[in-house]
């Protein structure tokens, strides 16, 4: 069986990496990718799923994060969504402790509305240690009432392509370089047999992954599946990304701050600092938005504002005949909650799961797609409801509020606002810790309380809001900074990359 990926950004270098360690004889993989063309090269904050994918293949966490100048994160801060000056952190791992039958999110809502419980993040073990900008990996230190910290990492994308091209090669994984000019068909059945280099040189293959990034020069182009279009949804369609210096105290979250028309991440690494702004071209010009993206860096920039242009949205078909679309070719919704790099991660542990043999079925594409648009469509309304549920001022803020939701999310904010309930759909990505983080952190407030809630003597919820709250504050006061952290286990060696003049 030939497995051919077309592609070497994250997406193309991670399937191979995976396909290089998990298939063995009987299998062949060869990566196709152009240096001429190059890779979208932004992509650096994730969530704590990828430490799977590493763990999966063996990789050892120190070495990476040496490998690719990363730091730790814990946690997202949205800054200024709700309303103007308002910040929240959607942090990872759990918040609070249920009660029995009862879950925390209604102990807080009950609390919150008796004025006895303090802000969220009060309640989150990772929340406490971001704002305290400290770190701590593996079992809690003082007591086994304290939960772990779930992390993630920012990383440099460019390093980690470089670090996951190394492990593939290890592993048996062929690379060519060449630009993909054309492609050879089966005339009955339509499939791929071989991509037609601009050299002329003709690489065969069972089966075609799509890394072609927005291009989508297989899926799109070679097999043509449709784009289902979201820009209603979300209309922000432009991105500025900008390095600027490294910061000394570098925070262990990434942070995302609202702005006129649209929002700026800060991805802080350990030899630079990554920014970006994402932004509605309907709402804001170039100017203003490169303006205002770099009068809101913490350091000097490292380079000029590079432009990006996205479409949000989905493949109609990420599997069409033989070839499957990983990465930016299968979609792409905005990073504010740090999502792709984890849809390739997901898309590339389905494809293992469902192992296409040389014969494929439409049942086994169908299953697939049906996945893949689940999974794309729960993300979808998870990052709606950040730009739906805010009070600011500005003409394309109120827009959003305006505009007509998604069923399932109107659904699903609706049954929020009535008593306070969070179901998880299947097992969608987000759970309902993150959906409640989102809906109480942009002013959400049920209009009732949990029956179960009620029954609560006040006393009894008052310290046992304390109790749980100073539990975490002691113990995220014996960890290091995140700056030590990183000295004990994992300093990068330095890279200096000078300042644009
Ligand atoms: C503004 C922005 C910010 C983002 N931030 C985050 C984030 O913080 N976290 C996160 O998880 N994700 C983020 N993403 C998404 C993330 O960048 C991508 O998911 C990830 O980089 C994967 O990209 P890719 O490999 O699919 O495409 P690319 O990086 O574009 O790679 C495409 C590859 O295909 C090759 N190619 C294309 N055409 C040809 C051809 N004709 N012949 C040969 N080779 C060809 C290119 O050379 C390249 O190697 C962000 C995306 C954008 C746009």
């Not at 152009?34 to 890779?39: A, D, R």
């Not at 089966?207 to 072609?212: A, S």
């Not at 990434?254 to 991805?267: C, K």
């Not at 990052?383 to 805010?390: K, Q």
Request: hydrophobic share 40%.
């Amino acid at each position: 069986m030939r497995i051919v990926v077309a592609g070497g950004g994250t997406a193309g270098w991670m399937a191979a990496a995976a396909f290089g360690h998990f298939l063995d004889a009987g299998f062949t993989v060869t990566l196709v990718e152009s240096e001429e063309i190059g890779t979208v090269g932004v992509g650096e904050a994730t969530i704590p799923q990828i430490r799977m994918f590493n763990q999966a293949l063996g990789i050892d966490e120190d070495a990476f994060i040496r490998a690719t100048q990363a730091t730790f994160k814990l946690a997202i801060e949205f800054v200024g969504w709700g309303a103007p000056g308002e910040r929240y952190m959607h942090a990872f791992g759990d918040v609070g402790r249920d009660v029995g039958l009862c879950a925390f999110h209604h102990i807080w809502s009950r609390g919150h509305r008796l004025g006895l419980a303090g802000p969220l993040g009060n309640y989150a073990i990772n929340d406490i240690a971001a704002h305290a900008g400290r770190m701590h990996r593996g079992s809690p230190l003082t007591s086994r009432n304290v939960p772990e910290m779930p992390h993630a990492f920012h990383f440099d994308a460019g390093l980690y392509a470089a670090f996951l091209r190394e492990f593939a090669e290890g592993r048996g994984v062929i690379r060519r370089e060449g630009k993909i000019a054309d492609v050879r068909k089966e005339p009955l059945s339509g499939d791929i047999t071989a991509l037609v280099l601009a050299s002329g040189e003709e690489i065969a293959g069972d089966l075609f992954i799509d890394c072609t990034g927005f291009r989508g020069l297989l899926i799109g182009g070679a097999m043509g599946s449709g784009y289902v279009d979201w820009t209603n949804w979300l209309p922000c369609d432009r991105a500025l990304a900008v390095p600027s210096g490294r910061v000394e105290d570098f925070t262990p979250y990434t942070r995302a701050t609202a702005h006129t028309a649209g929002w700026q991440w800060r991805i802080p690494l350990q030899h630079r600092t990554g920014n970006g702004r994402v932004y509605c071209s309907a709402f804001t010009s170039d100017e203003e938005a490169a303006e205002s993206l770099l009068a809101h860096l913490d350091a000097p920039a490292l380079a000029d504002p590079r432009p990006i242009r996205f479409t949000t949205g989905r493949r109609v078909e990420a599997w069409r005949g033989n070839v499957i679309a990983v990465g930016l070719s299968s979609g792409f919704l905005e990073p504010l909650e740090s999502t792709s790099i984890h849809l390739i991660q997901s898309a590339i542990s389905r494809i293992l799961k469902f192992m296409p043999g040389k014969e494929q079925t439409q049942a086994e594409r169908d299953a697939y797609n049906h996945q893949f648009t689940f999974e794309m469509e729960r993300i979808r309304d998870f990052i709606v409801l950040h730009y739906h549920v805010n009070q600011r001022p500005e003409p394309f803020w109120q827009a959003m509020r305006e505009m007509a939701l998604p069923d399932s999310l109107a659904e699903r904010i609706e049954l929020f606002r009535a008593n306070g309930h969070i179901f998880r759909h299947g097992d969608e990505l987000f759970s309902e810790v993150g959906w409640f983080q989102v809906m109480a952190g942009q002013g959400i407030v049920p209009k009732r309380s949990h029956a179960l809630a009620e029954t609560i003597d006040e006393a009894d919820l008052k310290s046992y809001l304390e109790t749980l709250n100073g539990l975490y504050r002691r113990e995220v006061e014996r960890y290091p900074s995140h700056a030590e952290f990183i000295v004990q286990h994992c300093a990068a060696p330095p890279i200096n990359l000078g300042v644009a003049a």
